[in-house]
């Protein structure tokens, strides 16, 4: 009975120990203070505010956490369809002790206090690393982050890069910028004097990668100091808005200068392909995000061509580009298929885009899935119903169709969930 | 046993009265004559010359219905395999009494016989109405449309505004809508009084949409007044061909002013994208139009911005847009996922982009289906492959995979199945 | 139980004869010499190379056939998750008797002998014909083949145009074309009567399509012979680089005078549409090539439009691309689908596209599969594969889903699997 199988496999796959190879989590506030800190993820106040919530009832200034739970949970009812809920409703059991299927008008005082004393326990951060399956977690740090205060084998450094190749021309950027490294960052040599900085200072601290999130159009070149020089000059003067060419010359010669970083470096270089900022404008706090979904990853072409010593883990933000993916996982040795992302981490689309992977890319290549969380509390929803889509794929189309045995199912499920993982980012000190 | 569960989920969710948001159906012939207007539905001509059967054959003028269906029935035997042809096998059972499983060149008469004499009764389309389910039904009217002679409760009329966008360049165009205005239109003051006109026309009427079908290359975008005047010119200034630049500020200084009537007017202002008109240039009545999968939702960011208080229940046309569907009705409180238009309606991606809506959208923003149907025999066929492939979805994903109760799943396709258009729409009289 | 019937369905299907309508065979040496022509296939020396194993050890001038396949052995682990993979086990089971469900280094040497023992059999191309249940392959032949020496009914020539269409200005090509026509080809008039030849060459000899493969940005249009001539003498004058424009002119205009010779000869043109040639560049011999998904058949509306009575069954490179074929076919009375394709050759990607064609593309107009392979033993494993998603596409949306009885399933499987075959190609002697 294929249902029992899954059971099993899922049972079998749940029982690793993970590390989750890409997050957004603080360090030093890991987990939540309270129930707001989830019900204040951007997937819920996004969604509530799309089903009618106002903005304004979400932001409110100064909104006491207590009332603003209370403001939310009144409006999940249109949501209670969504995976989304189901991660809500599978961490408050899995994690306070709820114990009903919804969370309602009537039952979540009771869950909001549950939650408030183990949140308030002392090692509750580690709690719910223990309780989750997760022994160490990659951040997403901004490049002028001290990376100090932490256990950086648990909460493991990661490069984020978006600032310094999309908003160089702002000041306070390059403010930052000469603060975090000393340098005075006046045109293309100081500019990569400043960011090698960066990568001794992110390395010496046990950084594991470098990584950047990319709008649908950008399509990396190798760019001339010469030219370089002219659009640094251009981007970075001030008054008025610089020339658009001028723009895409600057971020494409500090692009491809991290990219020649990781491989001095040896980092893993992330792409996060596809997103589009900013398109709903009246949106709340990190739900304006949208995309476009005609990209191709022939756009990295010349990248991937030119750099064959930087791996490259890859995540496409739209199910339509992951043939794509899969297909320059399976021909390019350093193209590495990267989790579901976003507006593809749903299970329709997760389970269409593995299987596809699963098939056609070599089982090395593959780095199962992340979580993107911002506060612990979510690794366990969000690791959970992958691993039962994964566990319902080796089921169905590995030990039903392909005629494999549970064990090589798992050793492949297990692959993809931790040993690549270990393999491409080799986190220190596991 | 999930067949089982699939057959209960479908039963009940077949018991439920539904109201058909979109539709051609012609509120004074709304149901067949004879078995010719069933098979005389371009989804069976254009098959059955796609397979082989000449234009001429099916197209010959003064041809007898008898004579027509005689040569089409002929001609279907190499469309056994597709869902079209299933939808024409279910209704001849559930409509006509047929009990066969294909309608052959032995058993036609009989069927054409059958149909003849209940169609010919006095309350034909009312029975149909009743043994689909169906209490209402929405229009797509002509801008013209008098919109007089039956009940708008059970045919709701909605303002389909094709020509003003696309063909107000015509002549004959603006002579229908100086008649049907009493306005000479001259100019962009004229053509804004009277549009005005209908749309006071259409929900004096009882109008609950106004509705669209676009280009993939189609980006609405505001234009002056100014702008629009040199367009109007050059456009209906008649003599050559206008500038293409001209037609397109016009088609988009229309189509803004539409939304800005809809908002006025508090319509729903149903998009249909992506269609290109009249690629297969020989091709039947009605089967010319494909498409060019390369379009994107973000090009309809000013427009969701632009107006937040219009509703915009959007249908796409190919299913690799139906992410971004998904992703914009999830971000957008005032886009909806509405039905599974022409080319995606067929059960392998209904499938596919309905569990990505029912995992991602807010419940409340999708409507589930609509059945673009001509004539009215139509409605119970495809509303009924679409409540299977709902059974199967909630069944596998929900009930299976999330262990929601039957009871639960049951709701949800209630909702996105009845719930919502009476929410969206707001029928008058329901 | 569906997984019962699955295997009935296999199991019918599985045991007719076919022909196979596309392959890379040379038919003087179809079959493999040693098991170092199975694992040299690029779809295994690239997954090696993707996974880690130096082009240098793969394509190491003269090694020896046993020294290679020890050492793809050694990198296959990493790939035994891949459907590629499970072909060649497979094919190892079926034609060489291993009994093993993985190749390892501790038992490829017996495979390797027991392989060769076979293959050094006199009939051994006919033995692995007869065991594939094929009874005739296509070739695809340079448009300088003799055409001589083997049995055009079993090996059926088809005529490829890629050099004739993209490699005009290549001096090479054009001396080819001169030797295998005795027509110096200095213009467009002798050019035409050149390609007039080698259309009747191949007719003459049983040749049964013309075939090419085509890029992304490849859009037909007719081109005159007046343009064609200034794009020719530009493309052909030797000395620089010439315009971008001209050579899109030339290649437009050959492509065009194909189909008019497809026309003149009624051959069917088969379309492969969608790679790019040469994207990773230090990729193993055949390991190069990828592709841009954002193609449309819309380019080729003037195509299908201008060759009515031309038979084209187009490939698609990517499974996006899938719900526009069966669109255009579903429209396009001379549009046949045509196999799943090298990217999309795989079960995921097979299971989705060949459900949509076979509920929406008339029964008659599908090509079901090809295996496109270089050497026999390939035929085996690949059909296979297809049969087996076939049988459960027809098992779950056909019995299950629409009610259908095993024999209408069989019948529609039958169809897709040789009747059309015979349909469209019209193989002499069969």
């Not at 009903?100 to 183990?118: G, K």
């Not at 950086?152 to 450094?157: D, F, I, M, S």
């Not at 021909?331 to 590495?336: C, E, L, S, W």
Request: charged share 25%.
């Amino acid at each position: 009975m294929v249902t029992e199988l899954r059971k099993r496999l899922f049972a079998e796959l749940d029982s690793i120990v993970l590390v989750d190879p890409h997050t957004h989590i603080n360090p030093l506030q890991p987990a939540s203070a309270t129930l707001a800190d989830i019900l204040g993820y951007h997937y819920f106040t996004e969604l509530a505010h799309s089903a009618g919530m106002a903005k304004t009832e979400i932001e409110e200034p100064g909104l006491d956490p207590r009332e603003k739970v209370a403001r939310l949970v009144e409006n999940l009812v249109p949501l209670e369809n969504t995976v989304q809920y189901s991660w809500f409703v599978e961490l408050s059991r899995e994690l306070f002790g709820f114990e009903e299927d919804r969370v309602t008008m009537r039952n979540w005082e009771t869950l909001y206090d549950a939650a408030l004393a183990r949140m308030s326990g002392p090692d509750w951060a580690d709690q719910v690393l223990r309780q989750s399956g997760l022994e160490a977690v990659f951040l997403t740090n901004d490049f002028d982050d001290p990376l100090t205060g932490w256990d950086t084998r648990v909460y493991v450094p990661c490069l984020r890069t978006d600032d310094l190749v999309f908003h160089l021309g702002t000041a306070g950027v390059r403010d930052r910028l000469a603060r975090a490294t000393g340098e005075e960052v006046s045109g293309v040599a100081s500019l990569r004097r400043a960011i090698g900085l960066l990568f001794e200072h992110f390395v010496s601290h046990n950084a594991r990668a470098c990584a950047i999130s990319l709008p649908p159009d950008f399509a990396p070149k190798k760019v001339s100091d010469g030219r370089a020089a002219t659009a640094f000059d251009s981007v970075c003067a001030g008054g008025g808005q610089p020339d658009e060419r001028d723009q895409r010359a600057l971020a494409n010669f500090v692009f491809w200068m991290l990219a020649e970083y990781c491989d001095e470096f040896q980092l893993p270089f992330d792409l996060m392909i596809g997103v589009h900022r900013n398109v709903y404008t009246s949106g709340v706090f990190q739900g304006k995000d949208l995309y476009d979904s005609r990209v191709s990853l022939i756009q990295y072409s010349d990248l991937f061509n030119g750099f064959p010593s930087v791996v490259f883990p890859v995540s496409v933000l739209a199910s339509v580009t992951n043939q794509e993916l899969a297909s320059f996982a399976w021909i390019f040795p350093n193209v590495i298929t990267n989790g579901h992302w976003w507006y593809s981490n749903s299970p329709a689309f997760i389970e269409h885009d593995c299987a596809a992977r699963l098939e056609t890319v070599p089982g090395t290549k593959q780095i199962g899935y992340y979580s993107d969380m911002y506060k612990l509390e979510f690794g366990l929803p969000k690791f959970r119903m992958y691993k039962r889509i994964l566990a319902k794929i080796l089921a169905e189309r590995f030990v039903v169709d392909r005629g494999w045995t549970e064990q090589q199912a798992l050793d492949l499920g297990r692959q993809v969930l931790r040993g690549n993982v270990d393999r491409v980012f080799r986190p220190a000190g596991l």
